[in-house]
């Protein structure tokens, strides 16, 4: 461990600002947050599933978090929940005592572009706070699962109701893959049933399920979307008023060509499922088309094609995607798991049993989880970038580590304002502390230090993503850096 201080001179500031092209975030002088996302994004994409503030804030009993969306208004109590209880998707606050955080998850109004937030104190006053960033996931979750099923067409229709009710009852979002002209009256009548029952997403299959490349790219991509928006009162979380939203496109086939990619893209699909196993992570952003291309699954349940029946598999899949805190993505074709009566195996009730109903899990529809990205994501739209026309100077400042991701070691650098203690700590990602670098007295000045990846007995972290803060004197700060391996 290496420490180095030099005395600087420093400026007080009354305002933080955070900004990026699609949200602009400032705390002022009375802590309160305000977020502000770009109206063209929020009529793009509607933005209707509540993004998690992270906000650091010294823990005390009876701290209440509260929102607002114009200066006109008055402000509302967020619902508190704990770590304990299972919910997701929801307008939520829950504050974690040990790293002293306070995870706002709020959607923005259909009707304003504005978002206010501030936590108040027992006494009522406004608590000081640090904004952190938004979290990877709903909630600071550990890792994500969610799911999907292909081919829900007339000559499907009796294999669907069930299969979604049998994720339904397991608390598992389901995005099904519509065959557009494939569908009449009742079959239609059907997916809405399946929709208002909730935790469904009508996701564009092609209008008829086609090999690539297409007789007609744009019948297919462009007209799928068409149809479900015409056919389907689609779900509160894909609609902004009066505007609906697809946001997933299922590749026919996992079969994929540029026009196809370019159409997806310009019809503002958010992502391409295709058709392949192993996949746990996000795909890249794609800069000249503004979306995420395509992605695969982590499994596909039942004896087709790239199925497995291995419980032991599917199972090891999921804990892949646990132990990376990534994405597990299960994918099934309802029509396989009727007709070859795997309903009646145990293996598919045991995965689904050992998958669901976690409470350090985000459960949501693959275009939930992509929506939430677009507007998490440091690389979608210059997300997070320090804005360069207002001053970061600061007596108290915490900047974030270098190199970042690193591997083995990584410098902090930060400065304090005034003389006094100061705590250093670094966290895995479901909060537990990992190793204290700093808890001393500190004059003011500027100081750095290197963290070599080991925790407080000297052993070796895994790779994976961290965070660290600083603490001085009821003020804090806080960021995260990634450790690869």
């Not at 978090?65 to 508190?80: F, V």
């Not at 704990?82 to 939520?92: K, P, Q």
């Not at 955080?101 to 706070?129: C, H, K, Q, W």
């Not at 400065?415 to 250093?424: C, F, K, T, Y």
Request: contains cysteine; aromatic residues 14%.
């Amino acid at each position: 461990m290496r420490v180095i201080f030099r005395t600087v001179l420093c400026f007080c500031i009354t305002s933080v600002v955070w900004s990026q092209q699609k949200l602009f975030i400032t705390i002022d002088s009375d802590n309160v947050v305000n977020s502000v996302v770009d109206s063209t994004i929020h009529q793009d994409y509607g933005l209707s599933y509540p993004l998690t503030y992270e906000l650091s804030v010294s823990y005390s009993e009876g701290l209440t978090a509260q929102k607002r969306y114009s200066a006109a208004e008055s402000w509302s109590t967020i619902d508190e929940k704990f770590a304990a209880e299972f919910y997701n998707g929801i307008e939520a606050v829950r504050f974690d005592m040990d790293t002293e955080m306070a995870y706002v998850s709020v959607a923005f109004a259909n009707e304003s572009d504005s978002l206010f937030l501030r936590i108040l104190s027992s006494a009522g006053t406004t608590a000081p706070i640090s904004f952190y960033g938004i979290s990877k996931y709903y909630d600071n979750r550990t890792a994500t699962v969610t799911c999907s099923a292909d081919d829900w067409a007339d000559w499907f229709d009796e294999y669907f109701p069930y299969a979604v009710s049998v994720f339904r009852d397991h608390n598992l979002w389901i995005s099904v893959g519509i065959i557009s002209e494939g569908c009449n009256t009742s079959t239609w009548q059907h997916i809405q049933e399946q929709l208002d029952l909730g935790m469904v997403e009508a996701a564009s299959h092609s209008r008829n399920h086609p090999h690539a490349p297409y007789v007609d790219a744009d019948y297919e991509v462009s007209g799928s979307k068409a149809d479900i928006i015409e056919n389907l009162d689609l779900p509160a979380n894909f609609r902004k008023g009066d505007q609906e939203y697809v946001y997933l496109w299922i590749a026919p086939y996992g079969e994929y060509d540029d026009e196809i990619d370019a159409l997806v893209a310009s019809n503002q699909y958010l992502v391409s499922r295709m058709y392949s196993s192993n996949n746990y992570a996000f795909p890249d952003w794609v800069e000249d088309r503004s979306f995420y291309g395509s992605t695969g699954m982590s499994r596909e349940v039942g004896p087709f094609w790239e199925g497995t029946t291995d419980l032991e598999d599917l199972n090891s899949s999921f804990d892949t995607a646990y132990e990376m805190n990534g994405i597990y993505h299960l994918m099934c074709h309802p029509h396989v798991l009727s007709q070859e009566n795997i309903w009646g195996f145990d293996y598919i009730w045991s995965h689904l049993e050992y998958v669901s109903n976690r409470e350090d899990i985000w459960y949501a529809s693959v275009g939930q989880v992509y929506m939430y990205h677009l507007m998490q994501d440091q690389d979608s739209f210059n997300t997070l970038k320090t804005s360069e026309n207002v001053a970061m100077i600061s007596g108290f400042n915490l900047q974030q580590n270098f190199p970042n991701p690193f591997n083995p070691s990584t410098t902090i650098q930060y400065s304090i304002e005034n003389p006094g203690s100061v705590q250093l700590l670094v966290y895995d990602i479901r909060g537990k502390k990992i190793r204290t670098l700093i808890d001393s007295k500190h004059s003011l000045g500027e100081y750095r230090i290197d963290w070599d990846g080991l925790d407080g007995a000297g052993l070796q972290m895994d790779g994976g993503l961290y965070l660290y803060r600083l603490s001085s004197e009821g003020i804090n700060a806080g960021k995260k850096m990634l450790l690869l391996r």
